[in-house]
């Protein structure tokens, strides 16, 4: 091999941040995960430092000289970031720094070779995206739990959590998706009254809005068993998600990215039917977005017609 022959690929967000580290026949030559890498969640100090962890681990065994291109997808990316990450890659002995995009195109190409497309993404939030030449074009949604996120996880957790405590005080008690989420919030401590449950849930989901997103697995273990409660809510967290698709696509794949829709479940089922009778559309899923950078990296290296060969020894 030539000794500039090694490509790193970052892919970063709010949790996590993931760097692969390939050969350009996509041989994964080192791997290394951190903490969340998103300076607009954690700050740039903190963001950085997560992201130099995980390159530390992932260029363990592989000399840094080698290194001749990288990319990083970033959720919450800004100039001064870019600079932090120069400063880095420096620091582990990297020519030159990588280069900072958004964590929206990392995520399409972690599903697809073509260049362009739309990603469609449902997770603690959701958002879809026009992908054009590997460049993020066009944005729907992803307007944040509060005003927007329609289908995501918070979103259908919310709605499970709306409809039991208003069934509650209604008086009405009974149904899976009814018991799965009273348990959740009070354990065997229930009653006196419905009434009473639904406050105390209330109560406890004003106090922490992050109890919320975790029910929306409650919603596709319920649906699953025949609930018609939970299977209502996945059929309209579905539909909001097609027709958040519906406002950025212009033909090509479509990739689903994100823990809703790349988990078997009720509202992954839904969103592949819609999608595929709307548009006839092929659709797949996201797989390992480090790799996708690393991909992303390479495509100005890699001989006419390898990009497309190479992608799933990148991704997979």
Known sequence: MKRADVVVGVDAGATSSRVAVHALDGTRLGYGKAGGGNPSAHGVEAAASAIG???GHALEGVDPSRVSRSVAGVAGNTVDFGVALDKLWADHGIASGPRLTNDVPIAYAAGSAAPSGT???????AVAARVTEHELALLSDGLGWLLGDAGS????GRQAAKAVVHALDRGERGGLLSDLVVTRFLGDDRGPTPRREAERIVRLAQADRTTLGPL????SQAAAAGDPMAAEIAERAAAHLADTVARVYDGGPIV???SVLTNEGPVRQAVRALLERRWEA?????????????WLAALALLP?????????AFTG
């Open 282 to 294: 092929e659709v797949s899923t996201a797989r390992d977005g480090a790799g996708a950078a690393a």
């Open 119 to 125: 990603l469609l993404l449902s997770g603690t939030g």
């Open 216 to 219: 929306s697995a409650l919603v």
């Open 256 to 258: 689903l990215a994100g």
């Open 153 to 156: 996880g918070f979103w259908i």
């Open 53 to 55: 962890e995980a390159l």
């Open 304 to 312: 006419d017609g390898e990009a497309e060969r190479l992608h799933a």
